[in-house]
C-alpha cells in the first residue's frame, strides 16, 4: 500500500472486553517492536566481526490524546493489573474509525504501564499512556469493523475537576485545593521481564510487580475563602498541618458544576495520600500560592 500525505494511523484499545475506542491518532502515537539481541560470537573469534544473536522479541506503544476511552475502565484495568487488547492499523472512512486491514496491522495484549491524566480546566481531560506488550502480535482481523472515537455522554468541552481532601484517614475528603487546569494524576504499574532461559527467540513475557501513583496540583492562597457549607476551601494552615503529621489522608479527584464550580458531583477516583511535598510560593505584591505533591498509600477505588 503507497503511503500517502493524508494517511490515518490510530491505536485503539478495547477495556472493557467488549466495546473497542480510539486511544491515539497518527500524530500522537508511536510503536517500537524491539528485537532484544545478545553477542553470540565465541572466544575463538578474535578479531572477526560481531555476530548477534536475537534472544527475544518485545514491543511497547506510547499515546498522547485527549479523554477518548473510558477513564473508569482504565483506571481499572491499571488497578486490576490486567492486560488489555491493544490494535493498531491504517483507517479510512468517516473520522477515520474503520480499519483497513494493512499488512503491517498489528494486535496483542499489553500491560498499562503507566499514564498521566491532566485535568485541563474547561476542556476534555488528556492521557499520555504507554503500553508495554505482554504477547505475541498477531495480524489484526480483515476489514469493515468501525470503533468510536469517543464513549458518548462521558466527557464534554467545560468539563471541570476537582482535588478534594479530608482532615485525616477516615473524614470523608470535603476541601478543594487545586483546580482542573493545574492537576495531575500519575499511574505507574512496575512490570518485569518474566522470561526464563529457555525462551530465546520468543516474545518477551512481562509480569506486574507493583502499584503506584501520585498526584500533582496548585492553588492560590485563599484565606478564609467561603464556598458552601458543603465544599471549604482548603487553606495553608490545613495543608500545613497535614505535612507536618506525615500521615495518610483521604482524597477524590471529582466533577464539579454549580457556584464556582464548587459542587462536587460524580468522582472519578479516589483513596489515601501523603503530602510528600508543600512548596509556598510568595512573588513580591502578588497571591500567595503552594504546590502539593500527594503520594498514593495504599488501594485506589475507582469511582466514589
Request: aromatic letters at 6%.
Given at each position: 500500500m503507497a503511503t500517502l500525505k493524508g494517511q490515518n494511523f490510530r491505536i485503539l484499545a478495547q477495556l472493557d472486553g467488549t466495546s473497542v475506542s480510539v486511544i491515539g491518532m497518527s500524530t500522537n502515537c508511536t510503536v517500537t517492536l524491539t528485537n532484544n539481541t545478545d553477542e553470540s560470537s565465541v572466544k575463538d573469534d578474535v578479531g572477526l566481526a560481531a555476530k548477534p544473536e536475537v534472544v527475544s522479541k518485545a514491543?511497547?506503544?506510547?499515546?498522547?490524546?485527549?479523554?477518548?476511552?473510558?477513564?473508569?475502565?482504565?483506571?481499572?484495568?491499571?488497578?486490576?493489573?490486567?492486560?488489555?487488547?491493544?490494535?493498531?492499523?491504517?483507517?479510512?472512512?468517516?473520522?477515520?474509525?474503520?480499519?483497513?486491514?494493512?499488512?503491517y496491522g498489528r494486535q496483542g495484549y499489553a500491560f498499562l504501564s503507566d499514564c498521566t491524566f491532566t485535568f485541563n480546566d474547561r476542556e476534555n481531560s488528556a492521557k499520555t499512556l504507554q503500553l508495554v506488550g505482554a504477547s505475541a502480535l498477531t495480524t489484526i482481523p480483515s476489514s469493515g469493523q468501525s470503533y468510536e472515537v469517543l464513549d458518548p455522554g462521558t466527557y464534554t468541552k467545560g468539563q471541570f475537576v476537582r482535588l478534594f481532601l479530608g482532615s485525616d484517614n477516615t473524614t470523608t475528603p470535603a476541601k478543594v485545593i487545586g483546580s482542573a487546569k493545574q492537576l495531575q494524576l500519575h499511574v505507574s504499574l512496575q512490570l518485569e521481564d518474566a522470561s526464563t532461559k529457555d525462551t530465546t527467540g520468543d516474545w518477551q513475557i512481562q509480569e506486574p510487580t507493583g502499584l503506584s501513583y501520585d498526584i500533582t496540583t496548585n492553588a492560590l492562597v485563599r484565606g478564609g475563602d467561603t464556598i458552601t457549607s458543603k465544599v471549604l476551601a482548603q487553606g495553608l494552615s490545613e495543608l500545613e498541618a497535614i505535612y507536618e503529621a506525615g500521615t495518610p489522608v483521604k482524597f477524590q479527584i471529582a466533577n464539579v458544576?454549580?457556584?464556582?464550580?464548587?459542587?462536587?458531583?460524580?468522582?472519578?477516583?479516589?483513596?489515601?495520600?501523603?503530602?510528600?511535598?508543600?512548596?509556598?510560593?510568595?512573588?513580591?505584591?502578588?497571591?500567595?500560592?503552594?504546590?502539593?505533591?500527594?503520594?498514593?498509600?495504599?488501594?485506589?477505588?475507582?469511582?466514589?
Open positions: 514491543w511497547s506503544v506510547q499515546v498522547d490524546s485527549l479523554n477518548v476511552v473510558n477513564t473508569a475502565a482504565m483506571l481499572t484495568a491499571f488497578k486490576n493489573m490486567t492486560k488489555i487488547m491493544v490494535m493498531w492499523d491504517e483507517t479510512s472512512t468517516t473520522d477515520n474509525q474503520t480499519h483497513e486491514g494493512a499488512t458544576s454549580g457556584a464556582n464550580q464548587r459542587t462536587k458531583g460524580a468522582v472519578i477516583i479516589s483513596g489515601s495520600v501523603i503530602l510528600s511535598q508543600l512548596t509556598i510560593n510568595a512573588p513580591n505584591r502578588q497571591n500567595t500560592s503552594y504546590d502539593a505533591q500527594l503520594a498514593g498509600w495504599g488501594p485506589f477505588v475507582v469511582g466514589a
